[in-house]
């Protein structure tokens, strides 16, 4: 379920023409809801967490963070696991980060990291649009597990007056 914090100033924007100062909180949008959960052993991309977005204003900036909690596992056939978190606007990747794992290469090591990705972008317009926080295992080494056992998993856009 997503979730929406507004300010009340007692203006709105969109329909008073008002203007808001500069640096002013407009909504925080964000959802936890997990998209995959589960054991992943191949290199697709894997949505952890998506969030329908409609900015309040055409001139805002949008703060876009991806959260993402799992367990590496080096399946006992490698000390070297590498990952990737994204964060995608639709289907176009607009941030992109890399991990690596080098610690052990037994079945049952885990680590359990939290991985963020941030992203700043102008709204330019009012229009809807849905972002996706996503994980992309780099090779055939090792397993992810997604679980909201292993940490915080969500999308969070916040939007502030330019």
Wanted: some cysteine; charged content about 15%.
């Amino acid at each position: 379920m997503a979730t929406v914090i507004s300010g009340d100033t007692g203006i709105d924007k969109v329909t008073d023409g008002a203007e808001m100062p500069s640096g002013s909180v407009l909504q925080i949008a964000e959802s936890s809801v997990l998209v995959t959960s589960g054991v992943v052993t191949n290199t697709s991309e894997h949505r952890i967490c998506s969030l329908a977005f409609t900015p309040k204003s055409a001139t805002s900036k949008l703060i876009i963070e991806g959260v993402v909690g799992l367990q590496i596992y080096g399946n006992e056939n490698t000390t070297s696991v590498e990952w990737r978190i994204s964060l995608f606007k639709g289907s176009s990747s607009i941030s992109l980060g890399y991990f690596h794992d080098n610690l052990n290469s037994g079945n049952t090591f885990h680590k359990t990291p939290q991985c963020y990705r941030t992203f700043k972008e102008n709204s330019s317009n009012l229009n809807a649009r849905t972002y996706h926080v996503q994980i992309k295992k780099e090779g055939s080494n090792g397993r992810l597990n997604f679980s909201n056992t292993y940490g915080s998993n969500l999308i969070r856009v916040t939007e502030i007056e330019a």
